[in-house]
């Protein structure tokens, strides 16, 4: 019988260390508590959440970006706006506007872009709560050419995204070749568009790598924090029902749809 009894006893040995193994790190630490950021000032767009809470949540939550290997048009001037969804649930909604300045469109036999556009106006919503003395990401709408004849955008689950830290922390997106549309996965990016879109795991940064977000609140379209914003001569009107053109206006080329609408539909 002494075999069978150490036969149990090592099983029991093998579920309690497994028991004491400390579960997959989840949420975000170190950030303000709700207590901090509901009904706190300064509250600038008088929004019921702290301007330092929404930064400091904002800055955490960043997605980092998969950049496609021979990305053309990567460069961006991103802004974001915060507002609570429910108080007592302690909920926070982020819009980051990506605000590529351009989008080069499908390759067609290497002799021209098709559908290339100056300004491109993708974007990310996450849904946050704070709990047990951490923040947790809910879900995510990741746009991807939203309204337009291939839209591809959708909102994901907590669970359907990847992270580059912990776990229902910043998310880990996937960034459509030279068109920027936005998606959980490589496999969901390669379907995107009608097939047209691809990703591929070419390098990885932060949606602003060196997050000047203190500096890009827009507020909200009833207390806009920011609204023209001027860089190299060229003014876009973020806040506006204007075409978003990236700083820039090329002659014969279209422009991309306003943020106004995108920040409507999302309570903003």
């Known amino acids: 019988m002494t075999p069978v009894v150490r036969s149990r006893a090592r099983a029991w040995v093998l579920v309690l260390s497994l028991l004491s193994v400390p579960a997959l790190a989840q949420g975000l630490p170190d950030l303000p508590p709700a207590e901090a950021c509901w009904g706190q000032v300064p509250d600038a767009d008088g929004d019921g959440v702290s301007d330092t809470c929404e930064l400091q949540v904002a800055a955490a939550f960043m997605p980092t970006l998969w950049i496609a290997q021979g990305e053309k048009g990567v460069a961006r001037r991103p802004y974001f706006a915060a507002r609570r969804l429910n108080s007592a649930l302690h909920t926070l909604r982020i819009f980051y506007m990506s605000a590529y300045f351009e989008d080069h469109g499908i390759p067609s036999l290497g002799i021209f872009n098709v559908f290339a556009h100056d300004g491109d106006s993708e974007f990310q919503v996450l849904d946050v709560h704070y709990a047990d003395g951490r923040w947790f990401l809910d879900q995510a709408f990741l ?126």
């Not at 995107?192 to 390098?203: A, E, M, V």
């Not at 860089?231 to 991309?256: M, P």
């Open 143 to 268: 746009s991807a050419h939203l309204e337009s004849a291939c839209d591809s955008s959708g909102w994901y689950s907590y669970a359907q995204l990847e992270y580059a830290g912990a776990f229902r922390g910043a998310p880990r997106i996937y960034v459509a070749g030279n068109k920027h549309g936005a998606y959980n996965a490589k496999a969901t990016c390669d379907r995107g568009c009608y097939f047209t879109d691809s990703c591929s795991q070419g390098r990885q940064e932060a949606l602003d790598p060196e997050n000047r977000l203190a500096a890009r609140n827009v507020g909200s379209l009833s207390a806009p924090l920011i609204n023209a914003v001027t860089v190299n001569g060229q003014t876009e009107r973020l806040l506006d029902d204007v075409e978003f053109k990236g700083w820039d206006d090329q002659a014969g080329r279209s422009n991309s749809s306003p943020y106004r609408a995108r920040l409507v539909q999302f309570g903003f």
